[in-house]
Every structure is written in structure tokens, then in C-alpha cells.
């Protein structure tokens, strides 16, 4: 039995990842900031919901994150794997209490952070796997690593690619630190989600009138992350950018000054 930690455990896909985690006989740590919607994910897991546990924790901020390891360390002898689901969509410079903008601390640096401070149970596991949800790429960005971490003069059409392309760094960074973990990363593509909360009120209108047509199912938006966490091996971190296809993904390479100095940001804001 593996024991599988998700963030943003509660809802979406990552609770409909939870679902078929569990439906194979694993066992699942939920992390969510909602305790009515982490009580009633649990409860919705029928005859599994004793292989699982939600803790309430707000990974958007430094002390947050600290307390989710904390509390997660505590529970459990061993990681087998990580499932960064947790994310927002938010267009305007939110600035959370450490001072940084919440889309890049929420959607990027709490997943470095987190997973910095879990690693010594993942590497009691024979295979552990991170996997992170980002949005769809064909290519890996290229990182501006003046931009991090404060990202001065915000502009959400430009954190997108950075914000996502972080991730991909950041799975490479862990294969070549930690040749026993294997990381990646998966779209989900386009869901109807908690995600849009921050979203402007047009936005939201927007996904309301397309979602019946456009938005995948959330199985489907699943389906991937369930294969990375559960099954997923390779030589290098690889992307899975088309929902619900686990055969059509690419290896993740980057550029190693860059990769140097995003991930230095990283440690130096976190400590980490």
C-alpha cells in the first residue's frame, strides 16, 4: 500500500485523483484550506475514507507550508508520492503575507517548498514521484530569473509562462538531485474548477457558458495524474500536456544557469 500525499486534496481534480489513488488500495493525505469540503471528501469516500486523512493547512504562505510538513511528517513513516494539485487563478497582484504575489507563491514556490521539506520520508520509498498540475505546454518556457520572486510590476499574461515553466524546472532540479525520485509534470487542460475563484467576474462568466462544451471531465483531467504518482518512470522528468493521453508526453530540458538561479530564489525565500 502507498501512501500518497495531495495538495489541493478537497476538491477537483486532485480529489478525483484521491478517488482512484484510493480505489487501488492506497492511502492518501488530503491538504486543503477548507475543513467542510475536506470533512465531506472524506466522507465521500464510503468503505476507503479509513485509508485516508485530510488536514486543514494554507500552503500560500512560508509558515503555512511549514505547518502542512509538520503536521504530514507526523502522520506517516513514509512518502511514496506528491500530487501538487493546489492552485489559483488569480489576475490582479495579490500580495500574500510574506510579501509575494499569491498566483507565483500558491501555483509555484509552496510546491518547492513543500516538497524541500517532505523529501527525507520520499526518500524512504523504493520509487517516490512529485507530480505537479500546470497548464498546457508543448514546450518548456523559458524562465526570466530577474523576475523571481517578487515578479515587480505584475502582469498575469506574463506570470503564466514563468509561473508554469517553474514547475518543470524545478521536477528537472529533483531527477538530478535526487536520482531515486521521479518527478513530472500534467495538464489537466481545461476543467470547471475551484481554481477560477480569484478569477474577474467575466472570466467567470466565461467559464460558466463554455464548460458544458469545452471543459474536460475531471476523470479525464485525472486520469494523468493518477498514472505519473502511481506509475510514472524515466531517465528525465517528463510533461504529459494532453488530458487524459499518458502516451503523449516529452522529456523536460532546461537550461542550467537559469534552472541555478530560479532555484536559488527559491531556497533563499524559503529557506528551503
Known amino acids: 500500500m502507498k501512501t500518497i500525499v495531495i495538495a489541493g486534496g478537497n476538491s477537483g ?23 467542510r469540503k475536506g470533512e465531506d471528501a472524506i466522507a465521500s469516500f464510503g468503505a476507503a475514507r479509513d485509508r ?29 508520492g506528491l500530487v501538487h494539485s493546489a492552485a489559483v ?14 498566483f507565483f507563491e500558491l501555483s509555484y514556490l509552496s510546491r518547492y ?28 518556457p523559458k524562465l526570466d530569473p530577474k523576475l523571481f520572486p517578487h ?7 506574463t506570470a503564466v509562462p514563468q509561473v508554469n515553466g517553474a514547475s518543470m524546472y524545478y521536477a528537472d532540479y529533483l531527477m538530478k538531485t535526487h536520482p531515486k525520485i521521479f518527478a513530472g509534470c500534467v495538464s489537466p487542460g481545461f476543467v470547471r474548477t475551484g481554481i477560477f475563484r480569484e478569477a474577474p467576474w467575466f472570466f467567470k462568466a466565461f467559464v460558466a ?7 474536460n471531465s475531471v476523470e479525464t483531467a485525472a486520469h494523468n495524474v493518477v498514472e505519473a504518482v502511481l506509475r510514472g518512470e524515466g531517465m528525465s522528468a517528463f510533461n504529459w500536456p494532453k488530458p487524459g493521453d499518458f502516451q503523449h508526453k516529452f522529456a523536460i530540458s532546461v537550461d542550467s544557469a537559469i534552472q541555478n538561479a ?3 530564489s527559491s531556497r533563499d525565500v524559503t529557506g528551503a
Request: aromatic residues 6%; charged residues 25%.
Open 13 to 35: 481534480v486532485g480529489l478525483q485523483a484521491a478517488r482512484e489513488i484510493l480505489a487501488e488500495g492506497n492511502r492518501v493525505i488530503l491538504l486543503g484550506r477548507d475543513k
Open 52 to 80: 485516508a486523512t485530510f488536514l486543514s493547512v494554507d500552503l500560500s504562505t512560508h509558515d503555512g507550508v511549514r505547518d502542512a510538513a509538520r503536521r504530514v511528517n507526523a502522520l506517516t513513516d513514509r512518502i511514496d
Open 89 to 102: 487563478f488569480a489576475t490582479k497582484d495579490i500580495r500574500t503575507v510574506d510579501g509575494l504575489n499569491l
Open 113 to 140: 517548498h513543500l516538497t524541500q521539506l517532505l523529501l527525507p520520508k520520499l526518500l524512504l520509498s523504493d520509487r517516490p514521484r512529485v507530480v505537479m498540475l500546470i497548464a498546457t505546454f508543448e514546450e518548456v
Open 151 to 157: 515578479f515587480e510590476g505584475f502582469t498575469f499574461l
Open 209 to 215: 457558458l463554455t464548460a458544458p462544451f469545452r471543459a
Open 262 to 264: 530560479v532555484i536559488g
